[in-house]
C-alpha cells in the first residue's frame, strides 16, 4: 500500500525536515493550480511522469511555467530514445499518485528506487518549493535543500539540469 500523506509527513518529521502544508479543491494542473492556490510564496512546480523506448522512468520536476521540449529531452537527461508519458497504472505502482497528484514526494514509494528525478536548475535555485503531499487537495511549501534531501533519503539521487528552453534550453 502506498504511503499516505501523513506517513509522508512523519517521514519528513523524522528527517528534522520543517513544511507547511495548505488545503484546497482538487487541482489537475498548473492552469488550475494558478486559480485556485491562492498566494502561497515560493516556486511552483509542474512535475512530469516520464518513460524512455527501455522502459526507464524518470519524473521531471520544473518550475511551473517552465518551457521543457520533450522531442528533445531525452537527450538532456540520457534516457534511451524518445519519452512518452508514464501510464497512469505505471504512476501508481512506483509513485503511489494518481495524475494531477504527480510530485517528487511520490518517490517515497519507489521502493526499491527506480525512477530517475531530474529536478530543474531553475526551480532548485529557489529558497522554498511547493509540491502536492501525495494528493492533489493540498500543497506543501518545503525549502529547496529539505526537498533534495528528502529525496536522497529515500534512496534516489536527483540529477540537477538546467532543462527550461526559455533560460536557452528546452520546451513544453
Do not use: Q
Amino acid at each position: 500500500m502506498p504511503a499516505s500523506t501523513d506517513d509522508l509527513m512523519a517521514s519528513l518529521g523524522r528527517l528534522g525536515i520543517a513544511t507547511t502544508t495548505v488545503s484546497h479543491p482538487p487541482l489537475f494542473t498548473v492552469e488550475e493550480s494558478r486559480a485556485l492556490r491562492g498566494t502561497i510564496p515560493g516556486a511552483h512546480t509542474k512535475n512530469l511522469f516520464l518513460k524512455d523506448k527501455k522502459d526507464a522512468i524518470f519524473l521531471v520536476t520544473a518550475l511551473e511555467d517552465a518551457e521543457i521540449d520533450l522531442k528533445h529531452l531525452h537527450h538532456e537527461i540520457g534516457a534511451s530514445g524518445r519519452l512518452s508519458f508514464g501510464r497512469p497504472e505505471l504512476l501508481a505502482e512506483r509513485l503511489g499518485v494518481v495524475p494531477g497528484a504527480v510530485t517528487p514526494f511520490g518517490v517515497i514509494n519507489d521502493v526499491p528506487p527506480t525512477v530517475t528525478v531530474i529536478l530543474d536548475a531553475a526551480l532548485a535555485a529557489h529558497a522554498t518549493i511547493n509540491c502536492h503531499p501525495l494528493v492533489n487537495t493540498a500543497t506543501t511549501t518545503i525549502a529547496s535543500a529539505d526537498l533534495i534531501a528528502f529525496i536522497r533519503a529515500t534512496g534516489h539521487e536527483p540529477r540537477i539540469l538546467p532543462l527550461d528552453r526559455a533560460e536557452g534550453r528546452n520546451r513544453l
